[in-house]
């Protein structure tokens, strides 16, 4: 139980009516999760506003509520509290609720639309290797230094960061990798936070369903540079065209990184081949063993942030060139025959065309390029197209399939793919709806040396239709494809 006072202590308050001085069980802001003694805080959504679900709230037992407005009827014995922003407002209270977590750890924050997971996840290895206590937060899972959690976003609401922030404090981690999507941004997910650093990989584009205009888009990613203190460090990817645009407005101290033009920390690659490439960082080698430009770019972020957060350099060149790929990120399986299958995540179109143009450059002969793609139904239906017209343009071979429909129907959303193929290349596709079948058909196609790009779902275990999560797995579908049809 904590004293709501001290809970609410800078969340904005306007008007208070009741006692600030009770004692109360949890923060909730979802009235169907409510129970006895617990503050209930509304927060106005996509879908309806928590504004209404104040009484059920009630009901079931809040003793206090958190709104932007109070209702007509105000009920005796219950606590309201006005405030300007209900999102904000969490935020703040979760941060309290949980001790303020944040600020005993080192955190560093990554945002961008591609190379988050990338590269939250290595630096929590690299900090790993290096010997210390570290946490994550990431598309993939939560860790707890070596404990793992599920997750359901990229970046959870503020209660849930700031709960497995609490457990960091309590196991002793000293440094938190985590990334920052937009929604969480524009939901004030992470604000209040206090960042040490952070980290701009790219903007394409993606999300433009929710955050409808690409301008909207840049100025939430850098919401999250603007509220650095002066303190911290704001690094930013300069190849990028709105690399400059995150730096503009902070107080933290600036630094960019670049493969293609004059930045603090600049890399090249020297070498590139299947197994990993050769990088020249400012004026120092580095083997990684992750491979294409997009990933050279990614792994000087890493080292930036390592240098900046005081990680000794040949140490953190000698750790790097360890690092594997995260699960799911050109995770790739070699078969008897000599078939290459790459599983990539890459699920916007940026992503699609670099993991492409990163295939090509390791073709040595005529080997063939057969992609499987689809792409996910209730998200931003304009990048449909896009990708379309880059998997046909950019493979031997393209095959349209199922990628987490969601509510919509999967034809349709394969249409939406169809339709940005241009006549040239429309012999070169193929729909088939099942993702199974879809992949089945590629391994069918394949001969030796020929390459499988399955993209969209990386490390995903599943595929969603109507609400309903079946278990489903790129990987070993294509692996177990591949061995069963001895290609
Ligand atoms: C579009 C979006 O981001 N939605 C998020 C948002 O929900 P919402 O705005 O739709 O909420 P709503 O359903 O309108 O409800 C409004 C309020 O009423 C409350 N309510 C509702 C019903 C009821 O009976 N009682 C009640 O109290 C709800 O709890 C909520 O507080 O707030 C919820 C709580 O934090 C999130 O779970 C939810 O994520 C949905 C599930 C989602 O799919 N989000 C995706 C798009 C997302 O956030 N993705 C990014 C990654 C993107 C990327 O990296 O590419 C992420 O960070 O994961
Ligand atoms: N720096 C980068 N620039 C462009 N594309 C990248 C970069 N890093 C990774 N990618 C591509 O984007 C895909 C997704 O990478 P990653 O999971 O690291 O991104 P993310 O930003 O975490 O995505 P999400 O928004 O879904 O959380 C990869 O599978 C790869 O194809
Ligand atoms: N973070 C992204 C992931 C997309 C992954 C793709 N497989 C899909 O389901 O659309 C999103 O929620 O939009
Ligand atoms: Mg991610």
Redesign the pocket.
């Given at each position: 139980m904590k004293l709501l006072k001290d809970i609410l202590y800078g969340a904005g308050l306007n008007a208070v009516n009741g006692s600030t001085d009770i004692l109360v069980n949890e923060i909730r802001f979802d009235s169907r999760k409510v129970a006895m003694d617990d503050v209930f805080v509304a927060i106005k959504g996509t879908l309806t506003d928590g504004h209404l679900y104040i009484q059920k709230a009630i009901d079931s037992g809040a003793k206090a509520i958190v709104c932007e407005r109070f209702p007509e009827l105000l009920v005796n014995g219950v606590t309201y509290v006005e405030v300007a922003d209900g999102n904000t407002a969490l935020a703040v209270m979760a941060s309290n609720f949980y001790d303020n977590p944040s600020k005993n750890l080192r955190l560093v924050g990554v945002t961008?639309?591609?190379?988050?997971?990338?590269?939250s996840s290595l630096l929590y290895q690299l900090f790993k290797k290096a010997g210390y206590k570290v946490g994550l937060l990431?598309?993939i899972k939560i860790m707890v230094d070596d404990v793992a959690y599920p997750t359901s976003h990229?970046t959870p609401d503020a209660l849930t960061i700031n709960k497995y922030l609490g457990l960091m404090n309590e196991a002793g981690v000293e440094f938190c990798f985590m990334?920052v999507?937009s929604h969480g941004i524009h939901q004030k997910r992470t604000k209040g936070l206090v960042f040490e650093g952070a980290i701009f990989?790219?903007l394409?584009h993606?999300h433009l369903d929710y955050h409808k205009t690409f301008a909207e888009y840049r100025d939430t990613k850098k919401v999250l540079f603007d509220e650095l203190p002066k303190n911290a460090f704001a690094l930013s990817?300069i190849d990028d065209k709105n690399g400059m645009v995150m730096l503009q407005n902070t107080k933290a101290r600036k630094y960019t990184y670049a493969l293609k033009s004059f930045a603090n920390y600049r890399g090249q690659v020297l070498e590139a081949q299947f197994s990993g490439q050769l990088l020249k960082i400012n004026e120092l080698e580095l083997w990684s063993k992750l491979i294409g430009q997009?990933?050279a770019?990614?792994m000087l972020a890493i080292y930036a942030t390592a240098d900046l957060m005081g990680l000794e350099t040949l140490e953190t060149l000698r750790l790097l060139s360890e690092l594997d790929n995260?699960d799911?990120?050109?995770q790739y399986y070699i078969s008897a025959t000599k078939i290459t299958a790459i599983v990539?995540?890459?699920?916007?179109p940026?992503?699609?065309k670099?993991?492409l143009a990163t295939i090509d450059t390791l073709r040595t002969g005529n080997e063939r390029v057969i992609t499987v793609v689809g792409c996910g139904g209730d998200r931003d239906s304009s990048k449909r197209p896009v990708m379309g017209h880059i998997a046909s343009e950019m493979s031997s071979q393209a095959i349209f399939t199922s990628d987490n429909p969601r509510s919509e129907d999967p034809r349709a959303i394969i249409h939406d793919m169809e339709t940005g193929v241009e006549p040239q290349n429309e012999k070169k596709i193929l729909s088939i709806e099942n993702r199974e079948q879809a992949i089945k058909a590629a391994c069918q196609m394949a001969e030796s040396e020929d390459i499988i790009l399955i993209?969209g779902k990386?490390h995903e275990t599943y595929q969603e239709t109507n609400g309903k999560r079946i278990d489903f797995d790129d990987f070993k579908t294509v692996k177990n494809l591949l061995n069963s049809l001895n290609k």
């Amino acid at each position: 139980m904590k004293l709501l006072k001290d809970i609410l202590y800078g969340a904005g308050l306007n008007a208070v009516n009741g006692s600030t001085d009770i004692l109360v069980n949890e923060i909730r802001f979802d009235s169907r999760k409510v129970a006895m003694d617990d503050v209930f805080v509304a927060i106005k959504g996509t879908l309806t506003d928590g504004h209404l679900y104040i009484q059920k709230a009630i009901d079931s037992g809040a003793k206090a509520i958190v709104c932007e407005r109070f209702p007509e009827l105000l009920v005796n014995g219950v606590t309201y509290v006005e405030v300007a922003d209900g999102n904000t407002a969490l935020a703040v209270m979760a941060s309290n609720f949980y001790d303020n977590p944040s600020k005993n750890l080192r955190l560093v924050g990554v945002t961008g639309t591609n190379g988050k997971t990338t590269i939250s996840s290595l630096l929590y290895q690299l900090f790993k290797k290096a010997g210390y206590k570290v946490g994550l937060l990431s598309t993939i899972k939560i860790m707890v230094d070596d404990v793992a959690y599920p997750t359901s976003h990229t970046t959870p609401d503020a209660l849930t960061i700031n709960k497995y922030l609490g457990l960091m404090n309590e196991a002793g981690v000293e440094f938190c990798f985590m990334e920052v999507s937009s929604h969480g941004i524009h939901q004030k997910r992470t604000k209040g936070l206090v960042f040490e650093g952070a980290i701009f990989t790219n903007l394409s584009h993606d999300h433009l369903d929710y955050h409808k205009t690409f301008a909207e888009y840049r100025d939430t990613k850098k919401v999250l540079f603007d509220e650095l203190p002066k303190n911290a460090f704001a690094l930013s990817n300069i190849d990028d065209k709105n690399g400059m645009v995150m730096l503009q407005n902070t107080k933290a101290r600036k630094y960019t990184y670049a493969l293609k033009s004059f930045a603090n920390y600049r890399g090249q690659v020297l070498e590139a081949q299947f197994s990993g490439q050769l990088l020249k960082i400012n004026e120092l080698e580095l083997w990684s063993k992750l491979i294409g430009q997009f990933n050279a770019s990614n792994m000087l972020a890493i080292y930036a942030t390592a240098d900046l957060m005081g990680l000794e350099t040949l140490e953190t060149l000698r750790l790097l060139s360890e690092l594997d790929n995260v699960d799911g990120r050109f995770q790739y399986y070699i078969s008897a025959t000599k078939i290459t299958a790459i599983v990539d995540y890459a699920h916007t179109p940026d992503a699609l065309k670099n993991v492409l143009a990163t295939i090509d450059t390791l073709r040595t002969g005529n080997e063939r390029v057969i992609t499987v793609v689809g792409c996910g139904g209730d998200r931003d239906s304009s990048k449909r197209p896009v990708m379309g017209h880059i998997a046909s343009e950019m493979s031997s071979q393209a095959i349209f399939t199922s990628d987490n429909p969601r509510s919509e129907d999967p034809r349709a959303i394969i249409h939406d793919m169809e339709t940005g193929v241009e006549p040239q290349n429309e012999k070169k596709i193929l729909s088939i709806e099942n993702r199974e079948q879809a992949i089945k058909a590629a391994c069918q196609m394949a001969e030796s040396e020929d390459i499988i790009l399955i993209a969209g779902k990386g490390h995903e275990t599943y595929q969603e239709t109507n609400g309903k999560r079946i278990d489903f797995d790129d990987f070993k579908t294509v692996k177990n494809l591949l061995n069963s049809l001895n290609k």
